[in-house]
C-alpha cells in the first residue's frame, strides 16, 4: 500500500539553487541531447500512433519547437520528435525545470520527464519514473507523477489546473526527502521519499531527462484531430539547478524568517534572552542570515550578527554566539509536508514550545512543534497586486514580475526606511546590478546584456536584508 503523501499550499519563495545545466535553445539544440527515433517498442510501451524522427525536432526564434505531423512515415500515419539526456547528462537531486507551451488537440501527449540512469541494467519501472509534466488532448490539467517497483508496478500522482496554451514553467524540486511539483512555482503536489519509503529506493539514484510529443496512446487514446496538425510543442529553456545546501534545500545565504505551527516567528531577542516563536511579524529580530556551518551543516545568523546556540539542549536556545562551533551547527530536515526541522550536533530537533517557553532543541521526534515553514523578507505581511497609482506604503512589492523590457519597480515602505541598497544577483551568486534607492519607489532598467533568466533580487535597510526572485523574460 502507498502511504499518503501531503499536499500543501504553502512554499518558499528562495531556495539557494546553483544553476549547474541548461539549454536556453538560442543557437540551436545543445549538444547533450540524444534523439530517439522508430516507433519503440509496442509503440514505446504506451501503443503510441508515430514515429519519432528526429527533423520533427527545430529550434525557432530561441525556441525548441517538436512538432507533429500527419503524414505517413516508417509504417506509421503521424511523426513527431522524442530527445534525452541519457549517457551524456544526468542528475541526482536538485530542480529540473523547463517554460513550455503545448498544443492541446485531441491525441496531443506531451511529456517533460525523466528516467533512472540504470534503466538498461534494471528495466522500467525498477529504473523509477519523474514525470516532470505530462497533459492529454484538451485537457486543462497537467500531471506530475511517480512510477516505480514495489513488489510490482505502482505510481503516485497529482494534477492542477493550467491554461495550458500559454507559457509556464513546470518544475519538480528533488532532494533526499520528497518530489516536489510546480507550476510557475507554485506547489501543487508532493511524494515522499525519505529513507526509500514504499520502496522508493528507485528516486535517490541519477536521472536524465526527456522531451517528446506522442500522438496518441494509453493515456490520450487513439481518436486523434487530424486537422489540428501539424501542431508543436515549444520550449523555452530547460534548466538544471543543485542545491548548495548541502542537498537538502537549505536556502544558504539567503535572509530568512522561521515561523512555527502556531502560526507565530521565532525571534533571536537580540540574544539577550532565549529565543521564543511568539511574535506576530517579521521585523528585524525575526530575520536570520542561513550560513554554511560546513559539511552539510548551516548556521543561523541574527540581525545583531551573533549565531544561534543549540545550547546542547540543556537549556533555552540563545542568538549570542560570535563563531560557529559545534552547537551553532544544525541539519536542515526537509519535511515531506514541505515543512522544515533544525537537528542539533547532540542529533536531538528544535522545538518552538508552541511559543509559550523558550525554544529549546531536546526533541528526540519531529511533531508539530519541531516543523516550521520559512520564507524571505517580511512574510506576516502579504502584499496586494500593485500597479503604479498604488498610494499606500507597503512593505516590499517588486513589479512587474517577470520583468519585460528590463525595467521593473521596487515599492517599499519609506516610513520605514527612506533609502535602501539594491542588489541583483544571477543564480552562480554573481552580483550583476547595484543601485540605491530612495523615497519608496524606484523604477530600475536594467543592463540590456542580462539573460533571461532567474535572478535574486536584495534589498539591504539598516532593518536588514529581504529578497525576491526575480524573472527577466
Known amino acids: 500500500m502507498i502511504a499518503l503523501m501531503t499536499l500543501i499550499g504553502w512554499t518558499a519563495n528562495a531556495q539557494n539553487w546553483q544553476l549547474v545545466w541548461a539549454d536556453e535553445f538560442t543557437n540551436g539544440i545543445g549538444p547533450d541531447w540524444v534523439f530517439e527515433t522508430g516507433t519503440g517498442s509496442g509503440g514505446w510501451g504506451n501503443n503510441e500512433l508515430q514515429y519519432y524522427r528526429q527533423q520533427n525536432a527545430t529550434v525557432q526564434n530561441g525556441e525548441l519547437v517538436i512538432t507533429a505531423k500527419n503524414e505517413s512515415f516508417g509504417g506509421m500515419n503521424y511523426t513527431s520528435a522524442r530527445m534525452k ?22 491525441g496531443s501527449w506531451p511529456a517533460f520527464w525523466m528516467l533512472g540512469d540504470n534503466i538498461t541494467s534494471v528495466g522500467w519501472p525498477s529504473c523509477g519514473e519523474i514525470d516532470i509534466m505530462e497533459q492529454t ?15 510490482g508496478y505502482v505510481y503516485y500522482g497529482g494534477n492542477t489546473a493550467a491554461s495550458v496554451t500559454g507559457y509556464h514553467v513546470y518544475s ?13 512555482g507554485n506547489l501543487y503536489h508532493t511524494a515522499n521519499i525519505q529513507n526509500g519509503i514504499n520502496g522508493t529506493s528507485e528516486f535517490h539514484e541519477k536521472f536524465f531527462i526527456i522531451l ?8 490520450p487514446g487513439n481518436n486523434v484531430n487530424n486537422g489540428a496538425l501539424p501542431a508543436s510543442v515549444k520550449v523555452d529553456y530547460v534548466r538544471v539547478y543543485q542545491s548548495t545546501g548541502g542537498g ?17 516567528y521565532a525571534s533571536s531577542e537580540n540574544g539577550a534572552v532565549p529565543m521564543n516563536c511568539n511574535r506576530n511579524s517579521v521585523q528585524g529580530w525575526e530575520q536570520f542570515t542561513v550560513v554554511s556551518a560546513g559539511g552539510s551543516k548551516i548556521a543561523l545568523r541574527g540581525s545583531n550578527g551573533k549565531y544561534v546556540s543549540s545550547m546542547n539542549g540543556q537549556s533555552g536556545m540563545m542568538c549570542d554566539r560570535t563563531t560557529v562551533q559545534g552547537w551553532e551547527a544544525f541539519d536542515w530536515v ?27 532543541c531536546d526533541r528526540t521526534t519531529i511533531q508539530g512543534w519541531e516543523q516550521f515553514t520559512w520564507g524571505t523578507g517580511a512574510g506576516a505581511r502579504q502584499a496586494p497586486e500593485l500597479d503604479s497609482e498604488l498610494s499606500e506604503p507597503v512593505a516590499l512589492t517588486v513589479f512587474p514580475n517577470p520583468v519585460t523590457n ?4 521596487v515599492r517599499w515602505d519609506h516610513q520605514v526606511s527612506p533609502e535602501v541598497q539594491l542588489s541583483l544577483m544571477d543564480v552562480s551568486g554573481k552580483t550583476v546590478y547595484t543601485a540605491v534607492a530612495k523615497d519608496g519607489l524606484e523604477n530600475v532598467v536594467l543592463p540590456s546584456h542580462l ?23
Open 85 to 106: 539526456t541519457q549517457g551524456k547528462k544526468s542528475w541526482k537531486y536538485g530542480k529540473i525545470e523547463a517554460r513550455m507551451q503545448l498544443p492541446a488537440f485531441q
Open 137 to 151: 488532448n484538451t485537457s486543462d490539467h497537467v500531471l506530475g507523477t511517480i512510477h516505480w517497483n514495489n513488489n
Open 172 to 184: 519538480i524540486e528533488w532532494d533526499a526527502n520528497a518530489i516536489k511539483w510546480f507550476v510557475d
Open 212 to 219: 517528446n510529443l506522442a500522438v496518441g496512446g494509453n493515456l
Open 248 to 264: 537538502t534545500g537549505a536556502p544558504v545565504g539567503q535572509t530568512i524568517w522561521l515561523r512555527g505551527s502556531n502560526g507565530q
Open 334 to 360: 526537509s519535511n515531506a509536508n514541505g515543512t522544515i526541522s533544525l537537528r542539533g550536533n547532540n542529533g536531538l530537533y528544535v522545538s518552538s514550545e508552541n511559543g509559550q517557553s523558550p525554544m529549546i
Open 406 to 409: 528590463h525595467e521593473f519597480k
Open 451 to 473: 539573460r533571461k533568466g532567474v535572478y535574486i533580487l536584495g534589498i539591504t535597510s539598516e532593518k536588514g536584508t529581504e529578497t525576491r526572485n526575480l524573472i527577466i523574460k
